[in-house]
């Protein structure tokens, strides 16, 4: 029990920490670059790597689950917010209608996606010993902080999902309330799932840096402006 509490703990908070990343990183490239339009460009070509297999997800998985698909786009926009920030939309995947559960599914792909290839990349550069050089280790980081900051499903591509979450705690209470016990036995999935956790903190520890290097960044304008 404590592992599965452990890894979506961890999950939270790489969320958290990634949501609150990409707007302070935001926020900054447009003090630094006045001009909107390269400051997208820019912003969005950092991170195309992410974008790409992100926007590969919610395509694949669609074509998988028999849902019609479109075109892939990488090209950025930005919208200009009523709070007067500005947002950076990085690509888009065109993906037909479907029911609730194949959208659920969909939306969420770039999340399974995302985990399993920090998971999967870390296990196999660790057997390989890949880690012991900084070229290595570099390459490595800048991987995981591609991934990790840009797995994570948008508002839209969770459009309707609430449903499929009520439906499923209404399950869980249902199997609570009947007093039914659910004991997964299965020690290769606890070993792999205590890896994860420990590879998750990767791009935990990645995040949580840069988004201190970016708030003394930002305070330090702030002062150097008045």
Do not use: C
Not at 196 to 223: C, E, H, M, R
Request: net charge positive; no cysteine.
């Amino acid at each position: 029990m404590y592992t599965f509490v452990i890894f979506l703990s961890e999950f939270l908070i790489l969320f958290f920490l990634s949501r609150n990343l990409l707007t302070l990183f935001q926020r900054n490239i447009f003090k630094f670059i006045k001009h909107k339009t390269i400051a997208t460009y820019l912003f969005a070509f950092l991170f195309l790597p992410g974008t790409l297999i992100h926007e590969l997800s919610h395509y694949l998985f669609a074509k998988i689950l028999f849902v019609r698909t479109g075109g892939i786009s990488l090209l950025p926009k930005h919208l200009d917010l009523e709070n007067g920030y500005t947002q950076i939309i990085f690509g888009h995947a065109k993906i037909g209608e479907s029911d609730i559960f194949r959208r659920f599914l969909i939306g969420i792909s770039p999340v399974i996606t995302g985990i399993a290839l920090i998971i999967g990349s870390l296990y196999f550069v660790n057997s390989k010993n890949y880690l012991d050089t900084w070229p290595g280790i570099f390459l490595m980081a800048y991987f995981i902080f591609e991934i990790g900051n840009t797995m994570f499903s948008s508002h839209e591509d969770m459009k309707g999902s609430w449903k499929v979450f009520l439906i499923f705690a209404v399950a869980v209470i249902a199997v609570y309330l009947l007093g039914i016990k659910i004991t997964i036995q299965n020690e290769a999935l606890f070993e792999a799932i205590k890896k994860a956790n420990i590879y998750l903190l990767w791009p935990i520890v990645i995040d949580g840096a840069l988004l201190g290097f970016f708030k003394v960044l930002s305070t330090s304008l702030q002062k150097a402006e008045h």
